[in-house]
DNA sequence: AAGACGAAAGTGGTTGA
DNA sequence: TCAACAACTTTCGTCTT
C-alpha cells in the first residue's frame, strides 16, 4: 500500500532526495521504506511507527485502551510491562538518595532483576529477542518486522521447538519468515551474513518452524524484489515500472516457474534498463541481486527469446 | 581493459521409485 | 534411502567494445 504524505514523520521537516533533489515523497508502509516519487530513491528504510499499537473505533473503547506507560511490545520478553528500579542513586525527585539508604535499593535492584527474568526460558527468551533485534537492525528492517518476528518466535517457543536447536538458529529462521510474511524479502544469504549461523541451518530451521506453526507462506515474487534492487542500482522509476511489467509478463508465460525469484527481477531490470537507455552492467546487477552473471545472461536469454521484446542488441 | 558471452564441471535441494 | 534431475554457481577462455 502506498500512501502519500506520511505523517507524523516528516511533516515539519520533509526528506529531500538525495539523487534528484525533490521534496515529494512516498512513504510505502508495507516495506517501511520512504521512496521519492520522482526518481524512486529508497530515502530511508528505518521508519519507527510512533503510534499506538491499538485502534479504538469509538470513545468507550478509547477509554478502556488508554493506559500509562510505554506500548506492549513483543520484542521483550516480559513484552515490556514490568517494573524496572533505576540504576541511578536518585529519587522520584532527583534528590541522592542517602548512604543508608543505597545498600537496601542496591538489594532491592538485585531481586527485581532476578524476577524479573526469573527462570531459564525467559533467559533464553531474553537472549533470542535481543539477537533478533541486533539482525533486524543490521538488516534495517521496520519495527513492525521485528514485532512479527519476536511473535513467530514465542510461539515456536510455545510450542517447544526450539529443544534440540540452537536458539539463534530458531530466532533467524523467525525472521526469515517474517520477511517472507510481510513481503519484505531478504534473501537466506543476507539474513545468514547478519545471524551467527549459516544459511544451512537457518533453512532447516525456518521449514521447521513453517511445518510445525502450520504458517502458510506463499512462494517469494521476482516483483518484491525489484523495489529495492532498483534503488540500489540508483535507475529511475520508468525502469522500476518497465521491470515491474515484464516479470508480469513473464510470469504469464510461465518462465517464472522454477527459477529462481532474485534471477528473474534481476534480468526484468537488466532488460529495462536496456530499454531506457540506462543500461547497468551484468556484473553490477548480479551483485545487488546475489545472483551470478551467468544467472542473469540466462533468465536474459530466456526473456527476450520468449518475449519477443525488441531490444536494440549490440552484438550478433 | 572492461564487459559480455558461453562451455564445462561442481553444488545443494527436490522428486520419485 | 538412493539415484536422477533441474537450477544455479564457479571458473575460465574467447570475443567485443
Redesign the pocket.
Known amino acids: 500500500m502506498v500512501v502519500k504524505n506520511p505523517n507524523p514523520y516528516n511533516e515539519n521537516s520533509p526528506e529531500i532526495c538525495g539523487d534528484c533533489g525533490s521534496i515529494l515523497n512516498v512513504l510505502d508502509q508495507h516495506r517501511g521504506e520512504v521512496i521519492c516519487s520522482i526518481c524512486g530513491l529508497v530515502i530511508t528504510s528505518k521508519i519507527v511507527d510512533q503510534g499506538p499499537e491499538w485502534r479504538a473505533f469509538d470513545s468507550e473503547q478509547r477509554e478502556k485502551r488508554t493506559r500509562v506507560g510505554a506500548p506492549m511490545t513483543f520484542t521483550i520478553h516480559d513484552r515490556g510491562l514490568s517494573t524496572i528500579i533505576d540504576w541511578k542513586n536518585r529519587d522520584f525527585a532527583g534528590h541522592e538518595i542517602p548512604a543508608k539508604l543505597r545498600s537496601q535499593i542496591y538489594r532491592l535492584r538485585r531481586w527485581q532483576s532476578r524476577i524479573r527474568v526469573s527462570d531459564a526460558t525467559e533467559r533464553n527468551l531474553t537472549f533470542a529477542l535481543s539477537e533478533l533485534d541486533r539482525m533486524a537492525s543490521v538488516l534495517t528492517l521496520p519495527k513492525s518486522l521485528r514485532e512479527t518476528a519476536a511473535k513467530i518466535y514465542r510461539s515456536a517457543v510455545k510450542s517447544h521447538l526450539i529443544r534440540g536447536r540452537s536458539i539463534e538458529g530458531i530466532a533467524a529462521a523467525a525472521l526469515y519468515c517474517a520477511c517472507r510474511m510481510l513481503k519484505i524479502p531478504r534473501t537466506l544469504q543476507e539474513i545468514a551474513d547478519a545471524a551467527r549461523v549459516d544459511?544451512?541451518e537457518i533453512?532447516r530451521s525456518y521449514?521447521f518452524v513453517v511445518f510445525r506453526l502450520n504458517l502458510s507462506s506463499n512462494p517469494t515474487k521476482p516483483i518484491d524484489y525489484i523495489s529495492r534492487f532498483i534503488s540500489e542500482l540508483s535507475l529511475s522509476n520508468n525502469v522500476q515500472k518497465k521491470a515491474t511489467e515484464i516479470v508480469r509478463l513473464a510470469e504469464k508465460k510461465g518462465l517464472t516457474s522454477?527459477?529462481?525469484p532474485?534471477?528473474?527481477a534481476a534480468a526484468s531490470i537488466y532488460v529495462a534498463s536496456i530499454l531506457f537507455g540506462e543500461?547497468r552492467?551484468?556484473?553490477d546487477i548480479a551483485r545487488v541481486s546475489?545472483?551470478?552473471?551467468?544467472?542473469v545472461?540466462?533468465?536474459?536469454?530466456e526473456l527476450i527469446s520468449k518475449l519477443d521484446l525488441d531490444i536494440p542488441?549490440?552484438?550478433k
Open positions: 544459511k544451512k533453512g521449514r522454477g527459477r529462481g532474485t534471477g528473474v543500461r552492467t551484468q556484473r546475489q545472483v551470478t552473471e551467468v544467472t545472461r540466462n533468465r536474459f536469454k542488441l549490440k552484438r
